[in-house]
């Protein structure tokens, strides 16, 4: 399984970003594919999650009500919208994959900057 993220940059406080991440190599009908992030001198947070199948999807409070998750089982992508965007959000995000049942996420991208002035 390869994730290809992409769709990072600089926006203003109070602004939104959209972030998509590619994933060949398989389908992901039994996997939760997700995002998480890193801020310098900070170590890596959970941002959120989706189920493949079922769509459900989790959220790391800091986030809940601004960032959504979704996907395109066509193109095999999932997505990471980002509404309200505060300084503190500002990260390389990483998305990431694992398989339904298993803790670990086995699958990384390569991170994409997110940086969000004030």
């Known amino acids: 399984v390869q994730l290809q993220a992409s769709g990072g940059g600089l926006v203003q406080a109070g602004g939104s970003l959209r972030l998509s991440c590619r994933v060949s190599g398989r389908t992901l009908s039994n996997y939760v594919m997700g995002w998480f992030r890193q801020a310098p001198g900070k170590e890596r947070e959970f941002v959120g999650v989706?189920?493949?199948?079922?769509?459900?999807?989790d959220y790391a409070d800091s986030v809940k009500g601004r960032f959504t998750i979704s996907r395109d089982n066509a193109k095999n992508t999932f997505y990471l919208q980002m509404n309200s965007l505060k300084p503190e959000d500002a990260a390389v995000y990483y998305c990431v994959g694992r398989k339904v049942g298993v803790q670990e996420y086995a699958y990384w991208g390569q991170g994409t900057l997110v940086t969000v002035s004030s």
């Open positions: 989706v189920n493949w199948s079922g769509g459900s999807t």
